[in-house]
């Protein structure tokens, strides 16, 4: 990447805010991924602006990344500039019933501070490994709640650096779907109304979900949670099972003995491993169930012929 970009990366960020040629294992889940030409740590959201608006006018892609708890990057990495929100944007305000966070928040943070504060609905969210961005933008649920329940509104950021304040109805929530994935914004943060409750039985509820997970997911290894969505009527980890693909395994990459809804990282798997499988099982599941598999996971990169579309 030209140096001339860098040089009006500098303008926009402190050197410590810029990596160049960054792994992007370091920042994902499955632990797998190449490098990122830039990966950027913004601090304030005019430099989240400014970095858009320079990448649209130099036309060079970029991606925003939350913890990366939902992602498969090539092992080629990614030709551009790579946003991560995780790091910064993480301030937690409570008031009342209401909790407004940055994108950049833990949700296990977030279920923490709101615990403290006595208020509840949120503990489904608690175990989900990733930022209030992601989840915004993927309508990230669990154990029967998800963000669209429990979200009244969200400050977005279009392409052309605009702040936008969006209502519940606008974010256009669906099954792991939003209008921020349709058209590629940036959620910068999202405000939540909810119940009073007592500490005690929340941190009790968050406990028994924290049970449940361990129990059921493969925690002890690189992942990024439900590899494929659920198709209607029917669970991915059970049609799988019924596939007769429990532990099958490309490389080091493998569908969780644990649970099959789950393609599991068993240590230095690569990203065609991974993807590899992902289409295996797909086309094994269709042939014997007769119903297509969708990845829920989003592909970052180049994966052979097919191009990992730049998110969204
Ligand atoms: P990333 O993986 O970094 O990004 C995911 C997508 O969101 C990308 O398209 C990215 O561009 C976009 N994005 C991220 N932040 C922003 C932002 N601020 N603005 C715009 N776009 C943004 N998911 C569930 O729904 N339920 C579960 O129960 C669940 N369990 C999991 C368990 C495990 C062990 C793991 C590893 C993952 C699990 N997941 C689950 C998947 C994942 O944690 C969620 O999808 C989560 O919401 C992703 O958040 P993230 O910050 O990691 O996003």
Redesign the pocket.
Known sequence: MSEVLYQKLQNLLKREQIRINEPLAK????QIGGPADYLLLPEKDTQVAEAVVLCKEEGIPF?????????LVSDEGYRGVII???EN?SHIDIKGNKVTAQ??A??YDMADSIAEHGLCGFE??S?????????????????GG??KDIITDAV??DLNGNKHYLKKEELRLGY?KSV??EE?????EASFLLEAGREEDIRAGIAELTRK?EEK???EY?????TFKRPEGYFAGKLIMDSELRGYQVGNAQVSEKHCG?VINKGGATAQEVYTLIQDVIRIVYEKQGVRLEP???L?GDFGNKKGKA??
Do not use: C, D, W
């Open positions: 920042h994902t889940t499955f991606f925003i990344l939350g913890k990366g708890s939902n992602l991560k929100l995780a944007f994108s950049g833990s949700l489904f969210a175990g989900i490994p990733g930022t209030l961005g992601g989840a915004v933008t993927m309508n990230a649920g669990a154990y998800e963000m977005v950021m792991r921020v994935q590629h914004m940036v959620v910068l997970r997911q493969p925690l690189a992942s990024a949670g439900s789950f829920e996971v989003r970052l998110s969204k």
